[in-house]
C-alpha cells in the first residue's frame, strides 16, 4: 500500500533560523501517526505546510502518490486535507448542524434545506458514535468536546481523507478525552490517515499507530506505538543529557510559621480543580505546566481576578475573598503573564509603579521617589521612571511590573511567567529581584511554561496538568526530563 | 528580545500630535483675522467665550467619561431636564436654591443609574447614555406638558446671563467648572484613576483600581456637569422649554474630542478641553464673520469634525501596532 502523504527532505527556514532541516514523514490510509515533540521543535511548521499555510520550503510532497505543491489552504481542503487547530473555530450560537455545515449547507433553490442538513447532520454524529447530540440546538449548549467533535464532523462532510489534529484534547476533561480518542480510533477504522499533534503522551501511546518525534527541526525517530513508552518519548523529544539548566538539586527547607498562602480544593470550571496549596515564607515554589495545563488560571484566581467556585483560599490564615483590590490590601501581588495586560505603556513608569499603592503615596514627587527606589532595585535600564513604560524594552517593562510590587514587600507574590521572552541575562536578574523577595520573607509562587526557569529558580517545584497538581518536587535532583514527563499527563484508565 | 530603548522619533510625533488641534485654534484665528476685519477684536473674543461656555460645563463632565474610553450621549438631554426641573420647582413655589440643588441632583442620579448599567451590567454607554437620553427627554416633556416655563429661579437668571465687573457670570462659571475639572484629574487620586481605567482598564484592575466605580461615578460628574450647564442655560434663555439645549450634544462632545482627548481613553484632559471648545468657538464665530454662505455653516463645521475624528482614529490606531 502506498503512503496516502508523503513528505520527502522538507526544509524550511525564517530568516536565518532552520525551522525544519529536511524532515521525511509519510501517513498512511487508516493509520494515526502522531507527531510529538517540545515547543519550537518544529511540529506547527510542519503542521502548516501539510496544510497548506505555508507554500514556500524546500523539499517534496507527494499525496496518493502524486507530487503536490500547496499554495493555500483552500486547496489543501479541496484535495481532502482538513486541519483541526487548537482555538476551535466554530460558531457557539449557531445550531450542532449549522456548524457543521457552514458555509456548504445543502440548499433547496436558494434557500436553506434545514431538514436535509439536520438529518444529514444527525447520520454523521450516529456514526461518529454521538447520536445523544442534538443537531438542532446551538453549539454553545454543548460541552468543548462536542465542538470538537463537530469540527472533525466538518472536515469529514466535506470530504476530508487526512485530518491533522493539533493539540485536540489539551481543554478537555478526562471523560471527553477518552470519547475523543475512541473516535480517533474509529476514524482511522473507517480509512481515514490522521495526523495528531499532542504534549500529551499517554494519548499519544494509546491512539496513534506510529509516532514520530521531532527536536530542533529535525526527525529523531518513527516509532510503533506499541513499542515504546512515554519516557522514551520523552527521552527523545529532550534529546542530549541534561544541561546544567535542565536540572536542579532541591534541598528541603526548614519552614517558618504558618504558611502564607494555602488553597483548599480550589476548583474553576474549565481550569483547574481540587488544587491543595501551601507556600511558606522565604520559599519560592515553582509551579510548571503546559500552556492550557491551569497553572496561570489558578494565579489569577487567587488574585481575586476570576471567582473560584470551590474551595478556599487563605493568606496567613485568614481566609480571603474578592477582587484584586482587596487580594493587594491583604498582601498578594501578581504577575500577569502577558505584559500587556499588565502595565499602561503609553504612561510613565513612575505611575506605572505607584497605582496600587495612591492611597499613601499620591503625589509626583512621591511617587517618582518611590518609583526610583524600586527600579533601581530591579536594575531598570536606562533608569528613568519618567518614561513611558512603552519606550523600554520587553525585559525592562518586565522589571516595570515586578518593580511596582517592591514599593510594599507582599507576603505572597505570584510571578506568571516574570521571564517570557527574556534573554539569558535579563533572565537571571528576574530571577534573582524573585530570590531577594523571597529572602526578605516573601511566598514566591513562580507560574512558567518553560521547565527551565523553574528549575533555576524554585525551592520546590510542583507541576501541573489538566487542571490538577500530578506531582510535586521537595528534595533531591529534579529534571527537565521529569517535569515534562509529569506535564504530559497520564490517561485515566477506566475498565 | 533585544535590549534596546526606542527612537525618540515617536516621541516627537506624540508632540506634534498632542498640539496638533492648537496649530489648528491658531490657523483658524489667524485666517479669520485676516478675512475679517471684526474678528479680532476684544469684544469679539468675548462673544466667542460666552458662546462656548455652556458647551465648556457639559465638556468638562464629557471629558471625565472619555477619558475612560466610554461616552455619554444624553448629556444635551440632561441639561433640558435639569433646567426644567429647576424651573418647575421654582413654579411649585420650593423655596429658593432648592430648585436649583433638585435639579442638579436628579441630574445626578439619573447619571448614576446610567454608570452602574454601563459599569456593573455591561450595557455599553453609547446604548444606556442613549436610552437614558429618551428618560431625561420624556421627564422635561412630562413636566412641561410642552409648555414654556418662565418662572426661573434667580440664581439661574444671575448666572445665565449677569455681569460681575464687566465679565459675564456664565463665563466665570464655566471657568471654574473647568478649573476644578481640571485640578480633580490632575491633582486626585480619583484623577489618576480616571486615566489609567482609560489607558487599560485590565492592569488598572490589576493594580487595584475599582475600575467599576470609577466609571459610574465619571458618569455622575458628566450628568452633573450637563445639570449644572441646563441649571445656568435658563438664565442665559430666559425660559426653560422640554427642548432647550438638545441640539447640543453633538458640539458637547465634538469639542472634547477636537481638542484631542482621545475617544479610546487614557489620553487627553482638560487643557485639550479648552482648546477645543476654543476651535469650535472661533470657527462657529468666524463664519459667521465672513461671508460664508450661512446655510453651509453646519456643513463646514462638520468637516472639520469628522477630519478631527480620523486624526484621533489615526493616530490612536498607531499605538497598536
Known amino acids: 500500500m502506498e503512503p496516502l502523504l508523503r513528505l520527502t527532505q522538507v526544509k524550511k527556514r525564517f530568516g536565518g533560523i532552520e525551522a525544519l532541516k529536511g524532515i521525511d514523514f509519510d501517513v498512511y490510509p487508516g493509520e494515526v501517526h502522531a507527531l510529538v515533540g517540545e515547543n519550537g521543535a518544529g511540529k506547527s511548521t510542519m503542521m502548516k505546510i501539510l496544510a497548506g499555510v505555508i507554500p514556500d520550503y524546500a523539499g517534496e510532497m507527494a499525496y496518493k502518490g502524486r507530487p503536490l505543491r500547496l499554495k493555500n489552504p483552500k486547496e489543501a481542503l479541496d484535495l481532502g486535507i482538513a486541519m483541526i487547530h487548537q482555538e476551535l473555530s466554530v460558531m457557539p450560537e449557531l445550531s450542532v448542524a449549522e456548524n457543521i455545515f457552514l458555509g456548504r449547507q445543502p440548499t433547496r433553490g436558494r434557500v436553506v434545506d434545514w431538514r436535509r442538513m439536520n438529518a444529514e447532520a444527525r447520520r454523521i454524529l450516529e456514526a461518529l458514535g454521538y447520536p445523544q447530540v442534538e443537531v438542532e440546538r446551538p453549539l454553545g449548549d454543548y460541552p468543548l468536546g462536542v465542538h470538537q467533535l463537530a469540527e472533525i464532523a466538518r472536515a469529514l462532510t466535506s470530504g476530508a481523507e487526512l485530518i491533522i489534529m493539533d493539540e485536540p484534547t489539551s481543554a478537555l476533561s478526562p471523560m471527553e478525552t477518552e470519547r475523543l480518542l475512541a473516535l480517533v480510533r474509529r476514524l482511522a477504522e473507517q480509512g481515514k490517515a490522521i495526523v495528531y499533534i499532542s504534549h500529551f503522551l499517554e494519548e499519544v501511546t494509546a491512539v496513534a499507530d506510529r509516532v514520530t518525534v521531532l527536536r530542533d527541526g529535525e526527525k529523531v525517530a518513527t516509532l510503533r506505538a506499541e513499542e515504546t513508552d512515554k519516557s522514551e518519548l520523552v527521552r527523545l523529544m529532550l534529546g542530549r543529557e541534561a544541561q546544567f539548566f535542565e536540572r536542579a538539586e532541591l534541598a528541603p527547607r526548614a519552614r517558618a510559621g504558618e504558611p502564607a498562602l494555602e488553597l483548599f480544593g480550589l476548583s474553576r470550571p474549565r481550569a483547574f480543580e481540587g488544587v491543595d496549596l501551601a507556600i511558606y515564607p522565604g520559599e519560592i515554589v515553582g509551579l510548571y505546566g503546559l500552556i492550557g495545563s491551569g497553572h496561570f488560571e489558578l494565579a489569577e484566581t487567587v488574585f481575586g481576578l476570576a471567582r473560584p467556585n470551590a474551595g478556599q483560599i487563605r493568606v496567613a490564615g485568614k481566609p480571603l475573598r474578592g477582587g484584586p483590590r482587596r487580594a493587594i490590601r491583604e498582601g498578594l501581588a501578581y504577575v500577569p503573564p502577558s505584559r500587556r495586560t499588565g502595565l499602561f505603556l503609553e504612561k510613565p513608569v513612575y505611575q506605572n509603579v505607584s497605582l496600587p499603592w495612591l492611597d499613601r503615596l499620591f503625589g509626583p514627587l512621591r511617587e517618582l521617589a518611590a518609583a526610583r527606589e524600586v527600579t533601581h532595585q530591579v536594575g531598570l535600564r536606562p533608569p528613568d521612571p519618567t518614561r513611558d513604560v512603552g519606550a523600554f524594552s520587553g525585559g525592562n517593562q518586565q522589571k516595570v511590573a515586578i518593580a511596582r510590587w517592591l514599593v510594599e514587600p507582599p507576603k505572597v507574590f505570584l510571578a506568571s511567567e516574570p521571564t517570557r521572552g527574556m534573554d539569558v541575562g535579563a533572565k537571571d536578574e528576574v530571577l534573582s529581584i524573585l530570590r531577594r523577595m523571597a529572602d526578605a520573607g516573601t511566598a514566591v509562587l513562580l507560574v512558567s511554561s518553560e521547565p527551565e526557569t523553574i528549575l533555576a529558580a524554585a525551592d520546590r517545584i510542583l507541576v501541573m496538568a489538566k487542571g490538577r497538581i500530578v506531582a510535586e518536587y521537595t528534595s533531591g535532583e529534579v529534571t527537565k526530563e521529569m517535569l515534562v514527563h509529569d506535564a504530559a499527563g497520564k490517561l485515566k484508565k477506566t475498565a | ?321
Open chain 2, 1 to 321: 528580545m533585544a535590549e534596546k530603548p526606542k527612537a525618540s522619533k515617536s516621541r516627537l510625533l506624540e508632540n506634534a500630535r498632542a498640539l496638533a488641534p492648537v496649530w489648528t485654534l491658531l490657523a483658524l484665528i489667524a485666517f479669520f483675522g485676516v478675512y475679517s476685519d471684526s474678528f479680532l477684536t476684544l469684544e469679539n473674543f468675548g462673544n466667542i467665550l460666552n458662546q462656548v461656555a455652556l458647551l465648556a460645563i457639559m465638556g468638562t463632565g464629557i471629558t471625565f467619561v472619555l477619558l475612560t474610553a466610554q461616552i455619554d450621549l444624553s448629556v444635551s438631554y440632561m441639561a433640558t431636564l435639569a433646567g426644567v426641573v429647576a424651573a418647575y420647582a421654582t413654579a411649585a413655589h420650593l423655596p429658593q436654591p432648592w430648585p436649583i440643588v433638585v435639579a442638579l441632583l436628579v441630574a445626578a442620579f439619573l447619571g448614576w443609574i446610567s454608570g452602574v448599567a454601563t459599569a456593573y451590567l455591561g450595557i455599553p454607554s453609547f446604548m444606556s447614555t442613549l436610552a437614558m437620553s429618551l428618560i431625561a427627554s420624556g421627564l422635561s416633556l412630562y413636566l412641561t406638558r410642552g409648555r414654556i416655563l418662565f418662572d426661573l429661579p434667580p440664581l439661574s437668571k444671575t448666572l445665565g446671563s449677569g455681569r460681575i465687573f464687566g465679565v459675564k457670570w456664565l463665563v466665570i462659571v464655566a471657568a471654574l467648572t473647568l478649573l476644578v475639572g481640571h485640578l480633580v484629574l490632575k491633582y486626585t487620586r480619583f484623577g489618576r484613576y480616571v486615566y489609567m481605567t482609560g489607558a487599560n482598564p485590565k492592569a488598572a484592575e490589576l493594580a487595584g483600581v475599582n475600575t467599576r466605580r470609577v466609571i459610574t461615578w465619571v458618569m455622575v460628574i458628566a450628568a452633573f456637569t450637563a445639570g449644572l450647564a441646563g441649571v445656568v442655560g435658563i438664565g442665559r434663555l430666559g425660559s426653560a422649554t422640554p427642548t432647550a439645549f438638545d441640539g447640543m450634544l453633538i458640539d458637547a462632545i465634538g469639542a472634547v474630542v477636537l481638542g484631542g482627548t482621545s475617544l479610546f481613553g487614557g489620553v487627553g484632559g482638560i487643557p485639550q478641553t479648552v482648546v477645543g471648545l476654543l476651535i469650535l468657538g472661533v470657527l462657529r464665530n468666524g463664519l459667521d464673520q465672513v461671508s460664508v454662505n450661512i446655510y453651509a455653516k453646519t456643513l463646514i463645521t462638520g468637516i472639520i469634525l469628522f477630519a478631527a475624528l480620523v486624526f484621533n482614529i489615526l493616530f490612536a490606531g498607531k499605538k497598536e501596532s
